[in-house]
C-alpha cells in the first residue's frame, strides 16, 4: 500500500531528465514530442501565431506605474478629497445664501445643486477607489477613499430622505 515511485514535477515547457531510469523507446518518443511541443508552442520566433508571447504587448510597460493601483488609488483619493472640499464650501456658504436670498425655493435649489454636485463628484471617487482596490499594489489611499466618498453619498442620501419625509409629512 505504498505509493509509486515517480519523478519530481518538472516546471512546464521542460522535458524530464532520465534519473537512472533505462530509457525506453516509449520514454525517449514521449521526451522527443514533448520537446518538440514546447519549442513550437512556446517560442515565439517558431511559431507566428503567437508574437508575443513571453514579452509584454506592444504599448504595454510591465513596469508603468498605471499597470498597478497606486496612481488610481491616488486619483481617487484626490477626488474624494475634492468632494469633501466643496462640500465643506457648501456647508459654509449656507448662512451666505439665507441672508442673501429670501426665496425659499431658491436656497433649496442652491442646497440641492451644491449636494448634487458633491454625490457625482463622491461617486467617481468612489468607482475609482473600488478600481484601484482590484488592482495590485498599495491599496491605502484607495481605502480612505472609498471611505470619504461612502461616508459623503450615505451623508447626502439620509439627508434627502429625511427631508422628503419632513416635507411629506406637512
Known amino acids: ?63 508603468s506605474p498605471a499597470s498597478t493601483g497606486a496612481s488610481l488609488g491616488r486619483l481617487a483619493f484626490i477626488v474624494a478629497l475634492g468632494a ?19 426665496d425659499p425655493s431658491s436656497i433649496g435649489a442652491f442646497g440641492a445643486i451644491g449636494n448634487g454636485l458633491v454625490l457625482i463628484v463622491a461617486i467617481v471617487a468612489l468607482i475609482l477607489g473600488l478600481m484601484s482596490v482590484r488592482r495590485p499594489g498599495q491599496q491605502v489611499l484607495a481605502g480612505i477613499a472609498i471611505g470619504i466618498s461612502a461616508a459623503q453619498i450615505t451623508g447626502i442620501l439620509v439627508a434627502w430622505v429625511s427631508n422628503l419625509f419632513y416635507a411629506l409629512t406637512y
Not at 23 to 33: E, F, G, K, L
Open 1 to 63: 500500500m505504498s505509493e509509486p515511485q515517480q519523478p519530481p514535477a518538472q516546471p512546464y515547457g521542460t522535458p524530464p531528465q532520465g534519473q537512472g531510469q533505462p530509457a525506453s523507446p516509449q520514454y525517449s518518443a514521449q521526451q522527443h514530442s514533448a520537446q518538440q511541443y514546447s519549442a513550437q508552442q512556446y517560442s515565439p520566433q517558431q511559431n507566428p501565431a503567437q508574437p508575443y508571447a513571453g514579452q509584454p504587448y506592444p504599448g504595454s510597460s510591465s513596469s
Open 84 to 102: 469633501l472640499g466643496i462640500a465643506l464650501l457648501v456647508t459654509i456658504a449656507y448662512p451666505v445664501i439665507i441672508r442673501t436670498l429670501a
